[in-house]
Structure formats: structure tokens, C-alpha cells
Nanobody, 124 residues
Framework: QVQLVESGGGLVQAGGSLRLSCAASGRTFSTRAMGWFRQAPGKERNFVATINSSGRFTHILDSVKGRFAISRDNAKSTVYLQMNSLKPEDTAVYYC?????????????????WGQGTQVTVSS
């Protein structure tokens, strides 16, 4: 079992930055690709970013490319989502997820473990 705990969400003005963290339990973190997804009010959950187990390969949603970055620290069993130049449309609950594979994926069905989510609200 893997438990994921997100932190770092909050209220920020448009143009501001936030850094989300997701701490994983267990000893298998370094063998798992990780992902960030988000769900805006009244909408489905969507892919944001993914990173492979070593951290060498990443894939970012086109609409946030250049503003968001995903990274990981395997020594700390933590994955991060750096969000810059935030816009009101980035407002959502952000979820961290882990998969039982070393490879990246943008498909939420490929993920086996999910965190509880952290709220990000961007005011205009």
C-alpha cells in the first residue's frame, strides 16, 4: 500500500505561484511514476503532469506548459508541482497519484494510488 499526502495548496492572486508537494509512504516510491491531476468545480478530473520513476522524463499538459513544472526527490519520497503565473482557470482540487510502473502516463486509469487532494484557488 502507498499513502499519498498533498500539501501546499491555498489562495493566491492571479500571476502568483504555488508549489505543491506530495509525500509518499512506503519504500517503493523510486520505482513508481507519479502524476498530478486536477478537478475544477463541476468538471471531470484532468491530467496536469507526470514524471517517470527516475525523474528523467516528464510530460506536461500543453495549456500549462511553460508555467508548471513537475519534479521529484526520491530520497524524500516526494513529488512536486511548481505552478507559476497562475490564472483563475487553474482553480481546482489538485491530486497526486502513483502508478505501479516506472513510465509516465497521462491516463488516470493507469494510476493505482491517489491522495486526498489539495485545493488551489486563484483569484482575479
Amino acid at each position: 500500500q502507498v499513502q499519498l499526502v498533498e500539501s501546499g495548496g491555498g489562495l493566491v492572486q492571479a500571476g502568483g505561484s504555488l508549489r505543491l508537494s506530495c509525500a509518499a509512504s512506503g519504500r517503493t516510491f523510486s520505482t513508481r511514476a507519479m502524476g498530478w491531476f486536477r478537478q475544477a468545480p463541476g468538471k471531470e478530473r484532468n491530467f496536469v503532469a507526470t514524471i517517470n520513476s527516475s525523474g528523467r522524463f516528464t510530460h506536461i499538459l500543453d495549456s500549462v506548459k511553460g508555467r508548471f513544472a513537475i519534479s521529484r526527490d526520491n530520497a524524500k519520497s516526494t513529488v512536486y508541482l511548481q505552478m507559476n503565473s497562475l490564472k483563475p482557470e487553474d482553480t481546482a482540487v489538485y491530486y497526486c497519484a502513483a502508478r505501479s510502473s516506472i513510465s509516465t502516463s497521462a491516463d488516470e486509469n493507469d494510476y493505482d494510488y491517489w491522495g486526498q487532494g489539495t485545493q488551489v484557488t486563484v483569484s482575479s
